[in-house]
Every structure is written in C-alpha cells, then in structure tokens.
C-alpha cells in the first residue's frame, strides 16, 4: 500500500462516502445496498483507507453474529485503486477489529470468491469463507 494512504476506523462522518462507495458495486449486484443511515448505526463496525486529501478509497466492516462469530462485510475498493492492496489492507483491519473484541471465528459470504482464495483463505461447504 502507498505511504500516502492508511488504514482507520470510520467516523460517523464517513457514512455517506462509505454509502457511495458501496453502493457503486451494489448498483452492478455485488454486493448489498447500503444507506448511509445504516452506516451510521454501525459505524464502529467499519473500517476505511484514506489517502492523505482526506478521500475514501476503501471500507470493509465487521458484522457480529455472536460472541465468538463475525462476517468480514461490505468490502469495497474504489474503482481506480484496484489492485494496489486495499482491500488486503482492510481485510486485514476487519480480522484484527475482531480479534480485538474476542470474536477469532471470522468467515466471508461473497460473490468475489477469487478474492477472498487469494489471501489465503480457504471455502467450507461451497458457500463461503
């Protein structure tokens, strides 16, 4: 990842750039709409990378199932900063959120398997990671 780009938890100021960046892949359905008052709410669950103007490039979030369970969510890379490790980068900020709350059992459901298989992680029973 370039210096000049890091990796934060969102902000309630993020919301409706988390929201637009979103809902640019759900409009093309791959992923599920978002809007920025549901975001909101759970604001403390994502995670974004931000260059140094301040522009959101990527976002990802953590949904809890349980105590022990969670869903790497809602990851998202703008569309010009493809492949320069953004979204390794808050994949990794979403397992590291969860192993701060507890929760060591994380899995992905996703239409973008290739992803996912190329950091490493493998597919149980064919629905997910």
Same mark, same amino acid.
């Not at 969510?73 to 010009?80: G, R």
């Not at 701060?100 to 973008?112: E, M, P």
């Given at each position: 990842?370039?210096?000049?780009?890091?990796?934060?938890?969102?902000?309630?100021?993020?919301?409706?750039?988390?929201?637009?960046?979103?809902? #640019?892949?759900?409009? $093309?359905?791959?992923?599920?709409?978002?809007?920025? $008052?549901?975001?909101?709410?759970?604001?403390?669950?994502?995670?974004? =990378?931000?260059?140094?103007?301040? #522009?959101?490039?990527?976002?990802?979030?953590?949904?809890?199932?349980?105590?022990? =369970?969670?869903?790497?969510?809602?990851?998202?890379?703008?569309?010009?900063?493809?492949?320069?490790?953004?979204?390794?980068?808050?994949?990794?900020? =979403? $397992?590291?959120?969860?192993?701060?709350?507890?929760?060591?059992?994380?899995?992905?459901? #996703?239409?973008?398997? $290739?992803?996912?298989?190329?950091?490493?992680?493998?597919?149980?029973?064919?629905?997910?990671?």
């Amino acid at each position: 990842m370039a210096p000049d780009l890091f990796v934060r938890r969102a902000r309630p100021g993020d919301a409706v750039a988390i929201s637009r960046l979103n809902n #640019t892949f759900a409009n $093309e359905g791959q992923m599920l709409k978002r809007t920025p $008052e549901m975001i909101a709410l759970a604001i403390d669950d994502y995670v974004v =990378v931000q260059n140094s103007a301040g #522009t959101l490039l990527a976002c990802g979030a953590l949904k809890e199932y349980s105590p022990s =369970v969670a869903e790497v969510a809602a990851i998202a890379v703008s569309k010009e900063a493809h492949g320069k490790g953004l979204g390794r980068a808050i994949v990794g900020a =979403v $397992e590291a959120l969860a192993r701060k709350r507890g929760i060591f059992d994380v899995f992905a459901l #996703t239409l973008q398997p $290739e992803f996912f298989a190329a950091m490493g992680m493998r597919m149980r029973q064919g629905r997910g990671f």
